[in-house]
């Protein structure tokens, strides 16, 4: 079955830090690929996406390329902010209608 | 705002109570959704809707009892709960189940934060 690993939390960082939250997947054919963000006390909405391979998903400073040699799409930033403090959940959904969640990582930013 | 609004946000009730939860969206989406989400679990999924008709359940107690009764609007009744079954309970929606040309989106609402005493 289809599956999403992603990165254990929480996460700690200072404020300006470099973000990486790993996400790797296991799908038969050619999943879309989702990374998701829950803010407190909200649902989770989406933060971007990729269809195909080698598509690089981009939205508020947050960037995640498809990756199919190495079944991966990890969430990056440059820079965090206090407000980026969230949970982000790796997700991919496949031409038969699956949607398969990560576990989510908890990313607390410090200022 | 998302375009899918759940009602109540909160919600206590007793293990002998009934009480239902209400989902509606406003995105002219084919496919509805309600997950489980519980403290140090993954998000679980219960049920799903495609055009009103209920493709999917995940083994979820019979104590949960979903509705849809158009494509704009779905229901999770409750009843007999136990104190396990406190959680946030999420509604989403999609376009359609299978989207492999946008890639199926989900829009999730707020949530109901359900306490079972």
Same mark, same amino acid.
């Given at each position: 079955g289809n599956s999403v690993t992603q990165m254990e939390g929480p996460v700690t960082l200072s404020e300006e830090a470099f973000l990486t939250i790993n996400c790797t997947y296991t799908a038969t054919g050619y999943p879309s690929l989702f990374w998701y963000v829950q803010y407190p006390g909200e649902g989770l909405q989406l933060l971007l996406k990729a269809t195909k391979a080698d598509d690089k998903g981009s939205n508020k400073g947050f960037e995640a390329t498809y990756r199919k040699e190495t079944t991966s799409f990890h969430l990056e930033k440059g820079s965090v902010q206090v407000s980026d403090s969230a949970v982000y959940f790796c997700a991919l959904n496949t031409n038969a209608g699956k949607s398969t969640f990560g576990d989510g990582t908890t990313l607390t930013v410090k200022p | 705002e998302t375009g899918v609004t759940q009602t109540p946000r909160h919600l206590v009730m007793g293990m002998t109570n009934k009480k239902s939860l209400k989902c509606e969206q *406003? $995105?002219? *989406?084919n496919a509805m959704y309600w997950y489980k989400q519980s403290a140090k679990k993954p998000l679980e999924l219960m049920f799903v809707y495609s055009l009103e008709e %209920?493709? #999917? !359940? !995940? =083994?979820? +107690? =019979? %104590?949960f009892s979903p509705e849809c009764p158009n494509s704009s609007h779905l229901f999770l009744h409750l009843h007999t $709960?136990? +104190? #396990?079954?406190s959680a946030l309970y999420l509604c989403a929606s999609s376009?359609?189940?299978? @989207? +492999? @040309? *946008? @890639? !199926?989106i989900q829009y999730f609402g707020a949530g109901t934060r359900l306490s079972v005493l």
């Amino acid at each position: 079955g289809n599956s999403v690993t992603q990165m254990e939390g929480p996460v700690t960082l200072s404020e300006e830090a470099f973000l990486t939250i790993n996400c790797t997947y296991t799908a038969t054919g050619y999943p879309s690929l989702f990374w998701y963000v829950q803010y407190p006390g909200e649902g989770l909405q989406l933060l971007l996406k990729a269809t195909k391979a080698d598509d690089k998903g981009s939205n508020k400073g947050f960037e995640a390329t498809y990756r199919k040699e190495t079944t991966s799409f990890h969430l990056e930033k440059g820079s965090v902010q206090v407000s980026d403090s969230a949970v982000y959940f790796c997700a991919l959904n496949t031409n038969a209608g699956k949607s398969t969640f990560g576990d989510g990582t908890t990313l607390t930013v410090k200022p | 705002e998302t375009g899918v609004t759940q009602t109540p946000r909160h919600l206590v009730m007793g293990m002998t109570n009934k009480k239902s939860l209400k989902c509606e969206q *406003h $995105l002219g *989406h084919n496919a509805m959704y309600w997950y489980k989400q519980s403290a140090k679990k993954p998000l679980e999924l219960m049920f799903v809707y495609s055009l009103e008709e %209920r493709v #999917e !359940n !995940n =083994s979820v +107690p =019979s %104590r949960f009892s979903p509705e849809c009764p158009n494509s704009s609007h779905l229901f999770l009744h409750l009843h007999t $709960l136990q +104190p #396990e079954d406190s959680a946030l309970y999420l509604c989403a929606s999609s376009q359609d189940v299978r @989207g +492999p @040309g *946008h @890639g !199926n989106i989900q829009y999730f609402g707020a949530g109901t934060r359900l306490s079972v005493l």
